[in-house]
């Protein structure tokens, strides 16, 4: 009953950025059919280990929420299927390479003309149109490419160093998704589908927007900083007695009450540190000082002593850590879910809350063919018509 009931997605999508577009409509409520290519269906079913039983684990992630149908697309019978459902489909996603498709005969321009409603999403490399647009993508690739991996890592004459999760892929479905409900928004309003295009490459350069305001005002690209911010400090992690602890002392009010909790008075009326600008300037002696002092007490310590003077600051969890912290749980971001062949198993939940309408994960993600015989029975399929393309292999039922 989420906010997006109602609106049924056909998702094309293989591995991440496509699947993280139709999972997070899924979880708003978004009837989300999973079209997977037979023989194996979507690449990360092989993406092993880690497994859950048989099941990929990465798959099952990306997949939930959403009911699942295979299809053999190298096969006429087969692409009369997706035609079939396309031509009742509210959306579509997909993030296959350039031309795909329509090498399929199933182009955006073929399908509208049935389907004039029709919301086309597709997620790419580098997008549909430029000198690029032919060229696949990957997340590696486009973190380098939009400039992410330039900023990311220790420091100068260091090693580049790319965003530890595939920031790209995951921020491109989610642009994909919001792409695709705006135009639903259209679709509601004239009744006029359209093409959404977004892509990894510029997924990348959204997550550049204080570096990008840094090199348009004054022509140079700043490089890596580690954890540091390039527009302000003291804002970075500091080793602590037995860890490390995050720092967010960004503007003047929190670094005006950060040396006394920190016991080193002699900081508020030190020149070098007294305004942002010059805090930047002599960052590396701030820098030096406070992490001689951190290292004198445990993070634990240091978190209670901050957080009574009002000073941000935060430990840094792994994930293990992060799946059983309190806030995490009581935000409902791990729950579980049914599985038709493991039972009930774990995963990740909604991260958007809204006061009116339900959103949550209720469905495991489905084995491979789980929903094809149902999906092709509401399309008109008899029982024997369904009997007789599984036994010519033009999808798989369970």
């Known amino acids: 009953m989420g906010p997006l009931e109602g609106l049924r997605i056909v998702d094309l999508g293989r591995i991440m950025a496509g699947p993280v577009c139709g999972l997070m409509l899924a979880d708003l409520g978004a009837d989300v059919i999973k079209v997977e290519t037979l023989p194996h269906g979507d690449p990360s079913r092989r993406f092993l280990p880690p497994s859950v039983g048989d099941e990929s684990a990465a798959f099952m992630i990306m997949n939930r929420n959403k009911r699942g149908i295979a299809v053999d697309l190298r096969q006429p019978q ?14 579509l996603i997909e993030n296959f390479r ?28 580098f997008g549909r149109t430029g000198p690029m647009a032919q060229r696949g993508g990957f997340d590696l690739t486009a973190q380098g490419y939009s400039g992410l991996m330039s900023v990311t890592g220790e420091g100068p004459d260091r090693p580049p160093v790319k965003v530890g999760v595939p920031i790209t892929d995951i921020t491109a479905g989610i642009l994909g998704a919001l792409g695709l409900v705006s135009a639903y928004v259209h679709q509601l309003r004239t009744g006029e589908g359209q093409y959404v295009d977004t892509s990894l490459f510029e997924a990348g350069i959204t997550h550049t927007y204080w570096q990008a305001a840094i090199t348009l005002a004054t022509g140079t690209s700043p490089g890596p900083l580690g954890s540091a911010h390039p527009l302000s400090a003291p804002y970075e992690a500091f080793k602590t007695a037995d860890g490390w602890i995050n720092l967010g002392a960004s503007n003047q009010a929190t670094w005006e009450r950060l040396p006394h909790a920190m016991e080193l008075p002699e900081l508020a009326d030190d020149d070098r540190f ?11 002696k701030l820098v030096a000082i406070l992490s001689a002092r951190f290292k004198q007490r ?7 002593r901050l957080d009574a003077a009002h000073v941000p600051a935060g430990p840094v969890l792994d994930l293990e850590a992060m799946l059983e912290f309190p806030q995490t749980l009581a935000r409902q971001m791990v729950t579980s879910v049914p599985h038709r062949t493991l039972g009930t198993v774990k995963t990740l939940g909604t991260p958007i809350k809204f006061s009116e309408t339900q959103t949550g994960v209720d469905r495991g993600a489905p084995v491979l063919g789980e929903h094809t015989a149902d999906v092709l029975a509401r ?6 018509d369904i009997d007789r393309l599984h036994t010519a292999q033009v999808i798989h039922r369970v």
């Open 78 to 91: 087969g692409r009369a299927v997706l035609t079939k459902l396309l031509a009742s489909a509210d959306g």
């Open 298 to 304: 445990t993070t634990a310590e240091w978190l209670e």
């Open 379 to 384: 399309l008109g399929y008899s029982s024997t």
């Open 274 to 284: 007294r305004e942002n600008a010059s805090r930047m300037k002599h960052r590396g």
């Open 98 to 125: 350039a031309g795909t498709m329509e090498k399929m005969g199933l182009g955006y321009d073929t399908v509208r003309v049935t389907n004039p409603r029709l919301i086309w999403c597709a997620v790419s490399g």
